[in-house]
């Protein structure tokens, strides 16, 4: 019994134990773990999230609910967004389609026209043929009384036109009846591209076109180059069309790119410039005249362009750039035996060596040169260059030192003994060559026609004196930007230049109306007057419509 009793206390003992466990028993949810559950692991409540620490009050909560808000609504238009995406991707799909189709429509209606022409041309030819023969069956005929005919009847010729005649043959034939003076005025009014289109349309246009070179033979940047204005889209031109072999002159300079200044304007690498050279040598052999705007001149840029172009008789290297040809380069041009003009940028690397080796050969036939220079630049071309074109180039007809700020009086001095045939002289932006002396010696020296003193800081003395010798045959002058000249020298200089047909005076501040009463009054052939920047008025001028103000 004892044994009974030890088993059931020991048992009562654990029942009161387990009692005050129930009381402090771990809770899960609802559920109340208990002991006897042995088989539940051990529990514990996860930490809290950290995104949700920061909440403390409604505030906050609306705040998020409403950014909520936005982001739905960005979201629904971003929907919208790429729906119309799609839209507007099916439209340019369909009308991208649609163009195929009416380009396809196109070529064979072209194909058709050019169908509907050979058999026009085959027609007119058998039916010439036939009516030579029954024209001579008709003069060896005896026929007393012919049978009469209705003109009803009768097939008229297809090169005939009557007054109420709307068929498309009919309207080509009747082109090609017109004489060739009324066929050049209407082609008159038509672009140089389309004029190089139109001579393949027939023979008689093609001989019309080809024996009138002032028509194509000069082809500037705009008359190439439509649409796209690239190297790529000059070569695909030059390559296909045949009639460029014919071509005298080529101009893709600056004033050619219609470019206000020439750093606005299209420049060629080196390298396209090659390129483009070794295609002139193969299509165009007959070149005359080579103007191009060149990035970075270099002599072998020159030399490849003096081997595609022997036959060049005027060189145009334009560039508002740095360029690095020297007087090696300079050399190259010895070779060309027709060459009469050259139009050099500025680069510091050449010198009065290059140039006097150049004149030296090339001195006798030379009319015509241009050097352009850029500030900041150190030059080595000098008086002494100037000297050497003086003595070697006596039939020299226009000239143009623009930009040097280094050169004296002698230069002009030098050109009116040596240079008596000058008609065009441009010293624009070179200050330094102009005194009283000077510009006297030059004027009475020369018979001028085409003067350019602009941005040279003229004053009355110097334009004054340079009137006085000249011997009237100016006929246009750019004096703008000298702010210091005054109605004076204006009109002295319009009294002693009857032939005066164009001037400019702009940015000449002190310029009044004084000088367009003179100018009206000693000036009756004048057509072009540039007074932007002065004191005139319209009042001034009247009835002339050529005055910009």
């Not at 002698?410 to 002396?437: A, Q, V």
Request: glycine share 4%; aromatic share 8%.
């Amino acid at each position: 019994m004892s044994g009974e009793e030890s088993h059931n206390a020991k048992r009562k003992r654990e029942e009161n134990s387990w009692k005050g466990s129930s009381e402090s028993s771990n809770s899960i949810g609802n559920q109340t773990v208990s002991p006897f559950e042995t088989n539940i692991p051990d529990f514990t409540l996860p930490p809290p999230d950290p995104r949700l620490s920061y909440i403390h009050s409604e505030s906050e909560i609306s705040k998020i609910l409403q950014l909520e808000g936005k982001v739905k609504e960005l979201e629904e238009k971003l929907n919208s967004v790429t729906k119309e995406r799609d839209h507007l991707n099916k439209e340019v799909g369909r009308l991208g389609g649609n163009l195929k189709v009416v380009s396809n429509q196109f070529r064979s209606f072209l194909e058709q026209v050019e169908r509907a022409e050979t058999e026009t041309l085959r027609e007119d030819t058998t039916h010439d043929d036939s009516m030579d023969e029954i024209a001579v069956t008709d003069n060896n005929s005896s026929i007393s009384n012919p049978i009469p005919i209705d003109p009803n009847s009768v097939d008229m010729p297809s090169n005939f036109v009557g007054k109420s005649t709307t068929n498309s043959r009919l309207e080509y034939n009747f082109l090609t009846k017109l004489s060739g003076e009324l066929i050049l005025q209407i082609f008159g009014y038509l672009s140089k591209r389309d004029i190089l289109e139109m001579a393949s349309a027939c023979k008689e246009w093609t001989e019309i076109i080809y024996n009138t070179p002032h028509l194509w033979r000069r082809l500037e940047w705009r008359d190439i180059c439509a649409t796209k204005r690239n190297l790529e889209s000059i070569l695909e031109m030059l390559n296909t069309l045949y009639y460029f072999r014919w071509l005298h002159e080529l101009d893709f300079g600056f004033k050619s790119q219609k470019s206000v200044t020439i750093e606005e304007a299209h420049h060629f690498h080196s390298k396209e410039i090659q390129k483009l050279s070794k295609c002139l040598s193969v299509r165009c052999k007959w070149i005359r005249v080579f103007k191009i705007c060149a990035a970075r001149l270099y002599d072998a840029t020159m030399k490849s362009v003096v081997n595609s172009c022997p036959n060049v008789e005027y060189l145009c290297f334009e560039s508002g750039k740095k360029t690095l040809f020297t007087d090696h380069g300079l050399g190259y041009l010895v070779s060309l035996e027709n060459l009469k003009g050259v139009s050099l940028p500025s680069s510091e690397h050449y010198s009065d060596r290059g140039i006097s080796r150049l004149i030296k050969k090339q001195g006798e036939s030379m009319t015509s040169f241009e050097f352009y220079f850029l500030p900041g630049i150190h030059q080595t071309f000098t008086d002494n260059a100037v000297k050497f074109i003086s003595q070697y180039c006596p039939n020299l007809t226009a000239i143009t030192i623009h930009g040097h700020g280094g050169l004296t009086e002698k230069s002009l001095e030098y050109l009116s003994k040596g240079c008596i045939h000058l008609t065009s002289i441009d010293l624009s932006r070179s200050p330094s060559l102009l005194t009283e002396i000077s510009l006297s010696n030059i004027a009475s020296s020369c018979r001028l026609e085409v003067v350019n003193l602009s941005n040279c800081l003229l004053n009355d003395a110097k334009l004054t004196s340079f009137a006085k010798h000249s011997h009237g045959t100016l006929r246009k002058l750019n004096i703008s930007k000298n702010p210091s000249l005054t109605d004076d020298s204006i009109d002295k200089l319009a009294l002693n230049s009857p032939k005066l047909k164009e001037l400019k005076i702009s940015l000449c501040l002190l310029i009044s109306n004084t000088s367009a009463m003179s100018i009206k009054d000693h000036c009756p052939e004048i057509k072009l007057v540039d007074a932007k920047g002065t004191l005139m008025t319209e009042d001034a001028w009247d009835s002339l419509e050529c005055v910009e103000l």
